[in-house]
């Protein structure tokens, strides 16, 4: 007997939930906050806003990360599978590895996403205003989007996935936004110093999520930096690049970074110094969650108050 249209519509519904899940949605507040700091920027160096470029960079920029977390679903589905220590960051969205909805819908939802932000790009080049450097920066972060979890590269399993990680979400994005402001290099020096530090903060955090998946990882050959490295010489890096992070920090408050961008982003300096401390918690699996719900609270609080400090100084600039 088939099952009743009330049965039939909670289905529909867990399904639906289940497909929003494999998309990982969490995540995507650091797209919208690194795009917000790399506009607020350009405002500050003076460049007016403009919504139209700005909507539709955002919508670029959010379809590549969707298309990016569907794949990683798709592609690292072995992995996930001999994951016996996932948590909410790491692991996978368990909806794959769990049975909830067949493996090839992550595939066909990532090719979808890969197109409607090819179509979003086109659209963002035929804005006017839209600088010549549009396309080869949108065209390197589809590229390394995909190449992060999809083979030929699959730069997640050689060590790579970290870096190429840091150089789209940290590096690339915020200098999208500021260039279809900008439309040139005006104050791009700020913006290096600001993401600089945030770029150690994204590599640091990808290094503590990856703990809790070392082993089902090495079992099915991903080799990631936490797999390559081993656990403990992992989290010495992790602290390195957390000392990196800081000392960026210094340099660009002496250089180029306004006072008002490095005192926003050295606050979170006593949770940096607490997180190294506490890292060598990695050896009790209890840890783990914490020590990856901290890496990327880390990241988001300093971005977040880079992008607030930014926006209150364009502000006061406009009213001027």
């Not at 080049?125 to 699959?154: D, K």
């Amino acid at each position: 007997m088939p099952p009743d249209r009330s049965t039939q519509l909670r289905l529909r519904r867990s399904h639906v939930i289940a497909f929003i899940r494999l998309g990982r949605p969490l995540f995507l507040g650091g797209g919208f906050v690194l795009y917000g700091l790399g506009a607020a920027l350009a405002a500050t160096a003076g460049h007016p806003l403009d919504a139209r470029r700005y909507v539709l960079g955002q919508l670029v920029v959010t379809a590549f990360q969707l298309m990016t977390h569907y794949a990683n679903d798709y592609y690292d589905y072995d992995a996930d599978r001999a994951n016996t220590t996932p948590t909410a960051w790491s692991g996978g969205s368990r909806v794959l590895a769990e049975g909830e909805l067949p493996r090839a819908t992550a595939l066909v939802a990532a090719l979808v996403l890969a197109a409607l932000g090819g179509v979003a790009a086109i659209a963002l080049l035929r804005t006017p205003g839209a600088g010549p450097l549009v396309a080869p920066t949108i065209a390197v972060i589809a590229g390394l989007s995909w190449a992060y979890s999809a083979p030929p590269l699959r730069l997640c399993a050689r060590g790579l996935g970290e870096l190429d990680t840091a150089v789209v979400v940290t590096g690339l994005v915020p200098w999208l936004a500021f260039y279809l402001q900008a439309g040139d290099c005006r104050g791009a020096s700020a913006l290096v110093a600001a993401i600089a530090p945030l770029a150690c903060l994204q590599f640091a955090m990808l290094l503590a999520i990856e703990l809790p998946d070392a082993v089902g990882d090495a079992a099915t050959g991903k080799a990631t930096l936490v797999v390559r490295l081993g656990a403990e010489r992992a989290v010495r890096l992790y602290v390195v690049v957390l000392v990196l992070a800081y000392s960026a920090l210094a340099i660009g408050a002496l250089t180029a970074l306004p006072a008002a961008l490095a005192l926003a982003g050295v606050a979170s300096l006593p949770l940096a110094v607490w997180r190294s401390v506490r890292i060598a918690d990695h050896r009790d699996p209890a840890a783990w969650e914490g020590i990856g719900f901290w890496a990327v609270a880390l990241l988001i609080a300093t971005a977040t108050a880079e992008l607030i400090a930014a926006t209150a100084m364009a502000a006061s600039s406009a009213t001027r």
